[in-house]
């Protein structure tokens, strides 16, 4: 029996390694874990290599060592990012060009290469944002870069649904990860994120996991090119 193989891009902590760990847990997947810096193994995947996002060969290259042992590609979610405040006057030309790089190029490497090897049909997942629905200040290449993902999701799962292929989006609100804790010490979070969600807390990493898995999986046979909120209501509650 053919081994089934999920890959998910920018997986040494935060929402990356907890789909990871719910994968392993959870499905008879072999969990291939990607990513550009790689800390003391955390045991959340079978196999973790290097990547950089950025790099079309670097990708080529991790996704043929993924699948060296053989096995079917079935499942492929892309979380990679990072998020940098600025006003927009004062941004680089080049901060902007890494910020689209590591989002828009490294998900469209990612999910190229995925294609390319899913001969069997199967599913992909992208992260987007709760941000792309708001003006976001001093966040503009963020936004352009999150709102152009859920866009290349939907291109994406009309072209390849007759190969039997899904393509969605989870938009998160804030999670209680390494990156917004970085984002907090820098001061890059002008007010308390927790006070944004109706829910009144942050999300902890595996509860955006759990519907990354739920799209992934058969319950979601019938949905492709949607964006799922996963935001404890940060968008209702702004908009309310």
Not at 67 to 88: F, I, P
Request: contains cysteine; proline residues 4%; glycine residues 10%.
């Amino acid at each position: 029996m053919t081994t089934e193989v999920a890959i998910v891009v920018g997986a040494a902590s935060g929402i990356g390694a907890a789909v990871c760990r719910r994968l392993r847990s959870d499905t008879n997947m072999r969990v291939v874990g990607m990513d550009l810096h790689w800390g003391p193994s955390t045991g959340s995947c079978h196999v973790e290599l290097p990547v950089d996002v950025t790099d079309e060969m670097s990708v080529e290259a991790a996704f043929n060592a993924a699948l060296g042992e053989g096995g079917s590609l079935r499942a492929m979610v892309c979380t990679a990012g990072y998020q940098r405040r600025c006003r927009t006057e004062a941004l680089s030309l080049a901060d902007w060009k890494a910020m689209l790089a590591v989002h828009l190029d490294g998900t469209f490497l990612a999910a190229r290469a995925a294609k390319r090897r899913m001969h069997e049909g199967g599913a992909m997942v992208f992260f987007s944002s709760v941000s792309e629905f708001f003006g976001f200040p001093e966040r503009t290449p963020y936004v352009v870069a999150k709102a152009g993902l859920s866009a290349m999701a939907r291109s994406m799962a009309v072209e390849w649904a007759p190969d039997g292929i899904r393509v969605n989006t989870v938009a998160p609100g804030y999670v209680d990860t390494p990156l917004v804790s970085e984002a907090r010490a820098r001061g890059d979070l002008p007010v308390d994120p927790v006070t944004l969600h109706a829910l009144g807390r942050l999300a902890d990493a595996d509860e955006i996991a759990l519907p990354v898995l739920f799209l992934l999986g058969d319950g979601a046979s019938f949905i492709t090119g949607e964006t799922l909120m996963v935001d404890g209501g940060y968008r209702i509650h702004r908009s309310g």
